[in-house]
């Protein structure tokens, strides 16, 4: 049965009742892969509910590892553990099976990461003190880097990636995440470089790409670009990923280089006939990265200072629905309240 016929309940019953550990997951997973392939011609449809049961429990480890994580990325480690083919047929059975498993209740929703679409409205609140707690958790944020001598800033290529990437840059270290989306505009990069001068300290600008042409190339371009944009604010740009190196090293997925690109052949000559991308680096590998470059721009103490001092101050937000009712702010609203609707 495929995981999109069964039923939350019957599912769950059945993941119960199975004995099936990892070790004897991952065997019966090897021989569907490499003799059945997993899925049938039409369909992609498990051939047994044993081989589903295997792969979904893999899978969970995975995504209970890394959380939060696209699909991409899910699919790269299943990749490197040997589950799936590196292939459309791969991909399409982990996307498959990370559906069927949100469904059924396996892994949340929340595991899995999709940036590349968003909604626009505005918050509304049903009360000040409805306002209160939400600024005391969402609105009010600490500069933790107010007397930090560098300005750091975290640029990456694709919105998966960013999403990956959010909590650790923007909650936890408190920093600006920047989404490139391929080549950015003009009017991107220049609004970015008059942010670098209105901070007007020394700017130290990480960057993530694939390791293909365009990430290469890319790069080079929003490093031109905002040097020249945030003058004379000194600007450094490194690129932290993805390099030659660390795809050899990592042993990371690769693939050929898209034809008809015409940065092929000079990355060709430098780097061999491979690309990589970013997505292929396991998520928590990606966040340690990043946040090993940050960290040498501030000290320990300080930043867990900060952070005491925001709590402490979020905690204080909570009381702002009674000083605006004890206030002047508390008559004007007792005022609004009290005025008649109009006829």
């Given at each position: 049965m495929s995981a999109l016929t069964s039923t939350p309940k019957d599912f769950r019953q059945k993941v119960a009742l199975s004995a099936i550990n990892d070790e004897e997951a991952f065997e019966i997973v090897q021989e569907a892969a490499y003799t059945a392939r997993l899925i049938k011609a039409r369909g992609n449809r498990f051939r047994s509910t044993q081989q589903q049961l295997?792969?979904?429990?893999?899978?969970?480890?995975?995504?209970?590892?890394?959380?939060?994580?696209?699909?991409?990325?899910?699919?790269?480690?299943?990749?490197?553990?040997?589950?799936?083919?590196?292939?459309?047929?791969?991909?399409?059975?982990?996307?498959?099976?990370?559906?069927?498993?949100?469904?059924?209740?396996?892994?949340?929703?929340?595991?899995?990461?999709?940036?590349?679409?968003s909604f626009y409205g505005v918050t509304r609140y049903h009360d000040l003190e409805d306002f209160g707690l939400y600024a005391s958790r969402h609105l009010f944020a600490l500069d933790y880097w107010r007397n930090e001598p560098h300005n750091v800033e975290i640029w990456v290529?694709?919105?998966?990636?960013a999403g990956t990437l959010m909590d650790t840059v923007i909650n936890h270290w408190g920093l600006r995440l920047f989404v490139a989306r391929g080549f950015s505009s003009e009017t991107y990069l220049y609004n970015a470089g008059e942010m670098l001068k209105e901070d007007g300290r020394e700017a130290f600008i990480y960057l993530l790409s694939d390791f293909d042409p365009a990430g290469y190339s890319l790069a080079e371009d929003i490093a031109r670009k905002l040097q020249r944009f945030a003058a004379p604010i000194k600007v450094n740009v490194a690129r932290i990923a993805l390099s030659g190196d660390q795809v050899r090293d990592w042993r990371l997925p690769t693939h050929d280089l898209k034809k008809g690109d015409k940065r092929a052949k000079g990355f060709r000559v430098l780097h061999g006939d491979e690309a990589c991308e970013l997505e292929a680096i396991p998520p928590n590998q990606l966040r340690a990265l990043v946040s090993e470059a940050i960290s040498a721009h501030t000290d320990p103490a300080r930043f867990a200072k900060a952070k005491r001092d925001e709590e402490l101050q979020r905690e204080s937000l909570k009381l702002l629905p009674e000083w605006f009712r004890r206030g002047r702010g508390g008559q004007a609203f007792k005022l609004v309240e009290d005025e008649e609707e109009p006829s």
């Open positions: 295997a792969l979904y429990r893999l899978l969970r480890n995975i995504i209970g590892e890394h959380a939060p994580c696209t699909v991409r990325q899910v699919y790269y480690l299943a990749v490197v553990a040997a589950l799936v083919a590196k292939d459309d047929d791969g991909y399409n059975l982990v996307q498959r099976s990370l559906l069927g498993m949100r469904r059924s209740g396996l892994v949340p929703y929340s595991a899995i990461r999709d940036n590349a679409r290529e694709s919105d998966s990636i």
